[in-house]
């Protein structure tokens, strides 16, 4: 059973940047693709960023392609997300995960389901004021 924490969520006004990490009781890299996802009240959990297992392939949404910035510590079992230019609309509660999405060049179909991710960290609050 791996374990994931996330940490590193805050307040910031708009414009702003935070690092969120996510370490896990394991070494995973190598074996599980990691992601981040995000939720709002009401709303169901979305992909927002994704590494690979060995961190050469990564996949963002739309909607913080440009200002997110997954990145993963082999050595610390961490993985980064890197929150630049945020906007009121990124809001949210910010949940890491690992799992075994089919993640490859060109295919990216699976790996912003929340479904194909079996180990969820406890979600980090990310509050951007206008």
């Known amino acids: 059973q791996v374990h994931l924490v996330a940490s590193g969520g805050g307040s910031v006004q708009a414009g702003g940047s935070l690092r969120l990490s996510c370490v896990a009781s394991?070494?995973?890299?190598?074996?599980?693709?990691a992601g981040w996802f995000r939720q709002t009240p009401g709303k169901e959990r979305e992909g927002v960023a994704h590494?690979?297992?060995?961190?050469?392939?990564?996949y963002y949404d739309e909607s913080v392609k440009g200002r997110f910035t997954i990145s993963q510590d082999g050595a610390k079992n961490t993985v980064f997300l890197q929150l630049n230019s945020l906007k009121p609309e990124d809001t949210a509660m910010y949940y890491c995960?690992?799992?075994?999405?089919?993640?490859?060049?060109?295919?990216?179909?699976?790996?912003?389901?929340?479904?194909?991710?079996?180990?969820w960290g406890q979600g980090t609050q990310v509050t951007v004021s206008s």
């Open positions: 394991e070494s995973t890299h190598r074996l599980y693709s």
């Open positions: 590494i690979a297992s060995g961190g050469a392939l990564t």
């Open positions: 995960a690992a799992g075994l999405p089919e993640f490859e060049s060109g295919n990216y179909c699976y790996v912003s389901f929340p479904h194909e991710y079996n180990y």
